[in-house]
Every structure is written in structure tokens, then in C-alpha cells.
């Protein structure tokens, strides 16, 4: 059974960083491409960036651009969010996902979802 499991969110302040981690169990790690999805209240979820299977390839949303990084340890089977200069209008559930799609998964190919974690950027 495939396991996806996010964490690291929080409260912090604007400006402040944090990294979220998402652990992966049950599938072949490298044959996935991940995913990070965020969804604020009110509002429909929307895609934050993706990894490719091995790491050398990302891509961003125009909105975190310059300030999110994600990478991956393969060894460890998971994926990392490193999220810089934190605004309001990050606060939101940040959702974790794999699927096969190459290089890189938007919400229709994602095959697994984890729970999400609430990350809050206060003012």
C-alpha cells in the first residue's frame, strides 16, 4: 500500500521560511515524479511546482518562483519544500503527490496524494 505523508507545516511570520518533507512508502520512488499542490480556504488547489523522477528537473508556479525550492532525496524517498520569504497568501494546506507522468505531474496525473499539512504565514 502506497503511503504519502507530509510534514513540517506551521505558523510563521511574513518573510520567515520553512520546509515541508513528504516520505514516501509502497512504490518505486524513482519511477515517480512528485508533486506539491497547495489549496487556501475558498479557493480551488493549484499546483506549487513538481520534481522530475531523478531530481533534475523543477518547475514552479509564476507565484513562488525565486522564493520555493523543491528537491528530493532518492535514497531516502522523499521530496522537500523549502519555501523563503513567506507571505500571507501562502497560508494554505500544502499537499504532497507522485505519479508516473514524465517529467513532471500536474493535478490530473497525480495517482497519490498525501493528507497535507497546514502551513500559515501571519502578517
Known amino acids: 500500500q502506497v503511503h504519502v505523508v507530509e510534514s513540517g507545516g506551521g505558523l510563521v511570520q511574513a518573510g520567515g521560511s520553512l520546509r515541508l518533507s513528504c516520505a514516501a512508502s509502497?512504490?518505486?520512488?524513482?519511477?515517480?515524479?512528485m508533486g506539491w499542490f497547495r489549496q487556501a480556504p475558498g479557493k480551488d488547489r493549484e499546483s506549487v511546482g513538481s520534481?522530475?523522477?531523478?531530481?533534475?528537473?523543477?518547475q514552479y508556479a509564476d507565484s513562488v518562483k525565486g522564493r520555493f525550492t523543491i528537491s528530493r532525496d532518492n535514497a531516502k524517498n522523499t521530496v522537500y519544500l523549502q519555501m523563503n520569504s513567506l507571505k500571507p497568501e501562502d497560508t494554505a494546506v500544502y499537499y504532497c503527490s507522485a505519479g508516473q507522468k514524465y517529467p513532471h505531474i500536474r493535478i490530473g496525473d497525480v495517482e497519490f496524494w498525501g493528507q497535507g499539512t497546514m502551513v500559515t504565514v501571519s502578517s
Open positions: 520534481i522530475s523522477r531523478l531530481g533534475t528537473s523543477t
Open positions: 509502497g512504490l518505486t520512488f524513482t519511477n515517480y515524479g
